[in-house]
């Protein structure tokens, strides 16, 4: 049974180290009253010091300069009380959670256990998200499936390009819970996005034939846990799904030493399950994929 998902964005000042700073400099230069953005970039508000420039109002929260100077690092932090500021992570018994800061005004990335969940050498995570969805050749009208949401940058986009309808399923919760305290993920509250709680190499199986014009298929590293994600069985799944003559786009990045071997061998399977003009993309390192017209 398909379990939908209901989104809802925790609205709060989100701050970076960058942020912090910005504030600090201009307790520096004794700016009462600034400009600044406190959803990492979406919007600009405004900002006020108090008489003795040791308090800053972020929204209506007053926080210490004191405070300010203690943010470290490059995650994403919240304010959540007057002069209370916790960064967005979880730690589960399993791994490290953290909304990562790429830069102060753009979208974060997620990064579980070291691994980053987007590209950022060179490019956004906003960036790369647009890059996948253009592959995918997302068009006004389409429905798409998003096999694994993350932030939901990929559903996100894929509405803004003008799918009707986009279904993107996470299996993870503290994933799920983590994209609700982010502002570039508040547009999955809109509708049309459709949001399923589970595995997706199950879920799929709940899903009907010939029924969505695109795939995007961006799963974690292949490891022992996820090789399911890249097997032939899971392909056939998908091929399942995807309406005659629909697209699929499959992240697969660049895998290590072996990564021709790698991306052969998903490209092969692909092949062997239904799907024909399979071609990798360089500049989105992942292979477009066709599905037979019958």
Known sequence: MIEVYEYSYIDRPRLTRTHAQLILD????????????????????KAYFDGNFKYVLLNNYWISIDLLKELKGNAVYEVVDNDKIVAVTRRTPTGFYKLMAVNGDTAPTLEINGIHMHRIKD??????????????????????????????????????????????????????????????????????????????????????NNYFHTIIHDPPRFTSTSGDLYSEE?????????????????????????????????????????????????GVKGVIAYKLEW
């Open 234 to 282: 899971f392909y056939r799944k998908l091929c399942r799904v995807l309406r005659p003559r629909g697209t699929l786009f499959h992240y697969t990045g660049e895998p290590g030493k072996h990564r021709i071997r790698f991306v052969k061998g998903v490209m092969e399977r692909l092949r062997k399950a239904g799907f024909y003009h399979v071609k990798w993309i360089n």
């Open 123 to 208: 490019i956004t995570p906003w960036e790369d998200s647009k890059l996948k969805v253009k592959a995918a050749r997302v068009r006004r009208g389409c429905r798409v499936l998003d096999t694994c949401m993350g932030l939901g940058y990929t559903a996100i986009l894929s509405l803004l390009r003008g799918a009707t309808e986009v279904y993107t399923v996470e299996i993870d919760e503290v994933v799920l819970e983590i994209s609700q305290h982010n502002p570039w993920s508040r547009i999955l509250e809109r509708r049309g996005i459709i949001i399923i709680k589970g595995d997706i190499f199950k879920v799929i199986d709940e899903l009907p």
């Open 26 to 45: 201009h307790a520096v230069r004794r700016i009462k009253e600034f400009t600044i953005s406190l959803d990492l970039g979406l919007t600009k508000s």
